[in-house]
């Protein structure tokens, strides 16, 4: 397999499943309301390939691989009725309020260091 028969194979895989509904589902109706989640994916793919090999006469180098990953982040929904269409977030509080006690802490032991 070429290396761009490769590349273009992962792509194709990756693409096809890297999807929003295939993490969620479809949106859905209650209520006179529809709910659409909202998610940032996140793929990447390489593959490589070779040929040659060390200066041993007896060897034949070839070689060849490839590979991928796809993250998924769920970001919110987007909330449609009838009157208005609202996005909620989701967010984790407690690492929001962790990360900024941590920069403070940091900021004071800075600036202590700096005192000296």
């Known amino acids: 397999m070429s290396s761009l028969t490769l590349l273009q194979s992962l792509h ?3 693409s096809t499943r890297a999807q929003v509904k295939s993490v969620f589902g479809e949106p859905i109706a209650a209520n006179d309301k529809t709910i ?3 998610a940032k ?4 793919f390489g593959g490589g390939t070779g040929s040659g090999g060390m200066e041993i006469k007896t060897t034949r180098g070839e070689g060849g691989g490839g590979g991928g990953g796809v993250r998924v982040v769920p970001v919110g929904v987007f909330e449609v009725s009838g009157n208005e269409t609202r996005f909620v ?3 984790d509080r407690k690492r929001m309020v962790g990360t900024l006690l941590l920069g403070a802490a940091l900021g004071l032991l800075f600036v202590r260091r700096r005192r000296r």
């Not at 994916?41 to 990447?44: A, D, E, T, V, W």
């Open 12 to 14: 194709e895989s990756l």
């Open 36 to 38: 659409v989640p909202v």
């Open 41 to 44: 994916i996140i793929y990447g």
């Open 89 to 91: 977030a989701v967010g």
